[in-house]
């Protein structure tokens, strides 16, 4: 019976989100750019830029380090190609891509066994229900 009023729980959370919630930890720029997205084409006339956004994309399970190293490399291989120093940081790219979608990155604590988020009807306990471990 435990198991099931848990269920429920975080069926009545989904049910009653709200994007202003605070356990949400969203933004109020992002809310602004969810809540009023761009209406256009984004124009990106950057090659350095445009060069950035697939790289980050592409490397979407991969670490900053990942991305920094394939900075410097592209940096180091194609010197003097258009838009080469124009190349964005990690932080940047990701910040870009944020304020053109309203997406970003939102987050919990977690246990550290990673048994859970602490989010939903665990954001308020400070032990893991499950291992205990705080």
């Given at each position: 019976?435990?198991?099931i009023?848990?269920?429920?729980?975080?069926?009545?959370?989904?049910?009653?989100?709200?994007?202003?919630?605070?356990?949400?930890?969203?933004?109020?720029?992002?809310?602004e750019r969810?809540?009023?997205?761009p209406?256009?084409p984004?124009?990106?006339?950057?090659p350095?830029?445009?060069?950035?956004?697939?790289?980050?994309?592409?490397?979407?399970?991969?670490?900053?380090?990942a991305?920094?190293?394939?900075?410097?490399?592209?940096?180091?291989?194609?010197t003097g190609?258009?838009?080469?120093?124009?190349?964005?940081?990690?932080?940047?790219?990701?910040?870009?891509i944020?304020?053109?979608?309203?997406?970003?990155?939102?987050?919990h604590?977690m246990?550290?066994?990673?048994?859970?988020?602490?989010?939903?009807?665990?954001?308020?306990?400070d032990?893991?229900?499950?291992?205990?471990?705080?």
């Amino acid at each position: 019976l435990p198991k099931i009023k848990e269920i429920m729980d975080f069926i009545l959370a989904i049910r009653h989100a709200l994007l202003d919630d605070p356990i949400a930890k969203l933004s109020d720029d992002a809310l602004e750019r969810l809540c009023n997205p761009p209406q256009g084409p984004i124009i990106i006339d950057s090659p350095g830029v445009c060069q950035s956004i697939p790289m980050y994309l592409a490397l979407e399970h991969a670490s900053q380090d990942a991305y920094n190293h394939i900075c410097r490399a592209t940096a180091q291989n194609f010197t003097g190609a258009d838009g080469v120093n124009n190349l964005l940081s990690f932080y940047s790219v990701e910040k870009l891509i944020s304020q053109y979608t309203g997406v970003e990155l939102i987050e919990h604590d977690m246990c550290p066994k990673s048994c859970l988020a602490f989010t939903g009807p665990y954001a308020n306990l400070d032990n893991c229900p499950l291992c205990t471990t705080s």
